[in-house]
């Protein structure tokens, strides 16, 4: 699973403002070990006769569930079925069903058998049920399982369609199992739907049958074991566009306006199955792979065996694409979890790393695959600075025993910190051990579960060195090391020194590292481990380096303070050359912009070759200082005519907007113009500062056609209050992650200037609803966001002297 609005926000450097607690006293779940669960009785295969009620949003469902004992005798079983209608419950004895005994407490179906059943022998119930998700308080948007969406088909502009999403529990919600990610079944599904729409599920689609009153039941079987909360289906009005991975059909379902461009979005996908394939070692595993979108989805996206669904924000239009495919990092984490994840699966919530953190890693992987080892590097440090941006993420472990619920693991730690762990052992063992090892992995435990123990043991064996000192400190410990650099140079003895101090809480990391070291046009590498709080390593230098570079590798998941010379740094970024030496640069310059060295340095690393350095120093400039200001102009307008990438040449667009200078205006009457998005967006902005007059004729014409994130956000400015229900149905309807959060400020920014109580007091309870129904675990992130952006609606109303829309504003604002 991908938890795209968590990342989107880190990423965005909106950090978590959650106040920490010294309690020395713990919560009750903090006692709590969460181990793997017990296994009495295991899944064997799960036949489920599904036809979904749309007027009720009710499934009626039969399942026929084939289990055994795991180890030891049994008479009895209890299934995860949360909040149904049980009709229903008997034993299959050939073409017999003998009633069996069951009680029902709305959340565990315990059940007596009819003898008492050996290890490994199988028995199969049958039970009849009706799943009810949005009748019961149980079902938070986060946790219903199945989804109906649009049911009524009374919603305009908004398809009929049904999906579920199991992970980590939930799938109990529709059809009764053992709910834990430590049992396998197989499955067939025969799901039984209006004739006008399509389905999807796990495995192959084996027949069809039209039946007499205007349904058809199509039959989906998967024959290879995999995790109940991988179960799935969909139902909707979708285009189905082909695509093939050696014989294998590789599909893509998008609502039909989006199918002329589900290549665009999805094509790379049989060339990401052949990569994975190739490095792992393990071919695809699976019959087929399925792509598919889902409206109203609740996280970014997720990995169901051979039919992962996606936020329908996957769906771009062209002009969303002259940015980037957004979606691209996505595509490639789900599909990776079809090794990591779904072929093996973490044995407990506990070991999600085994899923998520190698999920994770892949795009890193992909990246540097497909666009070479600078845009991976590129990835690997936008990753690390998303866990390094949330500082309340450094007292949990990656494994993690304790937690109050599930869902409290899928976080930054087992993301971000995760996949850079990984990419430190990488470096450590090589890449040929490293995939060597994986391969190892997968295939000892491959259609089984895992625990992270299960993979040191497989680079142990791979590598012939013991790992727990890796595992203990980075697996089962918690935080990071923050290093202190500095340096020295004795001539007398001819020696450079590096004095490296570990700052953080807590006892010191062992960290093996690269120190190169420049001198006289050559490069010395010297490998070295530090293993105590404080260390210093000395090396032989007949003159002063010109650059001693700490982490050649840049590797090191670490917050860093290297006390160089801004000389040295500019050296780095000459000579060193990765894409993190060069980031690393450009930040220190930026510290120190309104010195003449720094600015010169500045605006000639406007050339680099990567757009994201480009980028950073777009967002680092200070165009408030009149010499930087000044300094940076001419090469503004150069970034902002013919920027390779769409998105630079934006940011480069928006610094334009504070000059104010009537001479850009021809540039951004063509701008706002551009095929992305993006760049109409911010040029109409800065049109308004500049000829607010010409900005809001040609903002009439831009509302003649579609206009989606940036330049529908420039469009609101020219919304007049009279407009509000359209403007308010825009918002509302936008799907809950990404896009709704990229309009809240400009919509923010509306309210601001709506007078009339009714539909004032209507649409800051849009923003609460959205605030208030944002999934649990990530409203550490996001509460702070909205609130933000309430409390700046509020701050703008008492300066217009509505005192009663800022005291409204204000009651929905924390205490």
Not at 181 to 208: A, M, R, W
Not at 713 to 730: G, M, P, Q, R, V
Request: glycine share 6%; with cysteine.
């Amino acid at each position: 699973m991908k938890k795209l609005i968590a990342c989107a926000l880190l990423l965005a450097g909106i950090q978590a403002f959650g106040q920490s607690t010294n309690n020395s006293q713990k919560e009750p779940w903090e006692t709590i070990f969460r181990g793997s669960a017990a296994k009495t009785n295991d899944l064997v295969r799960t036949k489920l006769a599904l036809k979904p009620d749309y007027a009720r949003a009710w499934l009626y469902g039969k399942a026929w569930i084939t289990l055994h004992p795991h180890f030891y005798p049994t008479d009895s079983v209890t299934l995860d079925a949360k909040a149904m209608n049980i009709n229903e419950v008997s034993l299959v004895t050939g073409n017999k069903k003998i009633p069996l005994h069951y009680t029902y407490d709305s959340l565990l179906l315990r059940i007596a058998l009819d003898k008492t059943y050996k290890g490994l022998e199988n028995y199969t119930l049958y039970i009849d049920y009706v799943s009810k998700p949005e009748e019961h308080q149980w079902a938070t948007p986060d946790a219903k399982g199945l989804y109906f969406i649009n049911p009524s088909g009374k919603q305009k502009n908004k398809p009929t369609q049904i999906w579920t999403f199991g992970e980590p529990e939930h799938n109990s919600s529709w059809y009764p199992t053992i709910d834990k990610p430590n049992q396998k079944t197989t499955d067939e599904i025969l799901l039984t739907v209006p004739v006008k729409y399509v389905t999807l599920s796990n495995g192959l689609l084996l027949h069809q049958k039209i039946n007499g009153d205007g349904t058809r039941t199509d039959v989906w079987q998967m024959n290879l074991p995999f995790a109940p909360y991988l179960l799935f289906f969909a139902v909707g009005d979708y285009a189905i566009v082909k695509d093939t991975y050696h014989g294998k059909d590789v599909n893509y379902y998008v609502e039909k306006e989006y199918a002329p461009l589900a290549k665009r979005i999805f094509g790379l996908t049989p060339e990401m199955i052949g990569f994975f394939s190739k490095i792992t070692g393990v071919e695809y595993p699976w019959p087929k792979y399925d792509q598919i979108t889902g409206r109203d989805f609740v996280a970014g996206a997720q990995e169901n065996v051979t039919a992962t669904l996606h936020a329908e924000a996957a769906q771009q239009d062209a002009r969303q694409l002259a940015d980037g495919n957004g979606w691209e990092d996505i595509i490639a984490h789900e599909l990776f979890h079809h090794w990591f994840g779904d072929l093996v699966t973490c044995e407990s919530w506990s070991n999600i790393t085994l899923n998520e953190s190698f999920a994770d890693y892949s795009e890193t992987l992909w990246m540097e695959h497909k666009y070479g080892k600078e845009e991976g590097d590129a990835w690997n440090n936008r990753s690390m600075r998303s866990y390094l941006g949330n500082p309340s993420d450094t007292s949990k472990s990656l494994v993690r025993f304790n937690y109050d619920d599930p869902w409290d693991v899928f976080d930054g730690v087992s993301y971000a910190k995760g996949g850079r762990i990984l990419h430190m052992l990488r470096n450590y063992v090589g890449d040929s051990a490293f995939f060597k090892s994986l391969n190892l992995y997968l295939v000892t435990n491959k259609f089984n579960s895992a625990e992270a123990h299960n993979l040191r043991l497989a680079f142990e064996a791979v590598t012939g060195r013991d790992l727990n000192w890796f595992f203990n400190e980075w697996y089962f410990g918690s935080g990071h090391p923050k290093l202190h650099i500095t340096y020295a140079y004795d001539g007398e003895h001819q020696h450079a020194k590096v004095f490296m101090q570990q700052t953080q809480s807590g006892p010191p990391f062992t960290l093996p590292f690269a120190i190169d070291v420049y001198a006289g046009g050559v490069k010395k590498r010297y490998n070295v481990w530090m293993k105590d709080m404080s260390d210093t390593f000395s090396f032989p230098a007949a003159s002063l380096p010109d650059l001693i570079n700490v982490d050649g590798d840049k590797m090191l998941l670490c917050e860093k303070e290297d006390d160089k010379p801004l000389s040295a740094f500019i050296y780095q970024y000459d000579h060193a050359g990765l894409y993190v030496d060069r980031r690393e640069a450009v930040m220190a310059a930026a510290k120190q912009q309104t010195q003449p060295v720094a600015l010169a340095f500045l605006q000639r690393a406007l050339g680099d070759r990567s757009w994201r350095i480009r980028s950073n120093i777009l967002s680092e400039i200070d165009i408030t200082n009149d010499t930087v200001k000044n300094a940076m102009e001419s090469y503004l307008v150069k970034e902002a005519e013919n920027d390779s990438r769409k998105t630079v040449k934006a940011q480069a667009i928006q610094l334009l907007a504070k000059y104010k200078n009537p001479a850009y205006k021809p540039l951004l009457l063509k701008a706002v113009y551009d095929s992305s998005y993006t760049v109409a967006g911010a040029a109409l902005e800065a049109l308004a500062l500049i000829d607010d007059a010409a900005a809001e004729s040609v903002a009439k014409q831009l509302k003649k056609q579609p206009a989606k994130g940036a330049l529908q956000n420039a469009l609101f400015a020219y919304t007049d209050e009279n407009k509000y229900d359209s403007l308010s149905a825009i918002f509302a309807g936008l799907p809950f992650g990404d896009p709704k959060f990229e309009m809240l400020p400009s919509f923010a920014s509306f309210m601001s200037r709506v007078k009339d109580n009714a539909n004032f007091e209507k649409g800051i309870a849009l923003i609460v609803n959205f605030r208030d129904n944002v999934p649990q675990q990530f409203r550490g992130n996001t509460d702070p966001y909205i609130n933000m952006s309430l409390k700046d609606i509020a701050d703008k109303k008492t300066a217009q002297g509505m005192a009663g829309q800022a005291q409204f504003v204000q009651s929905k604002l924390p205490k």
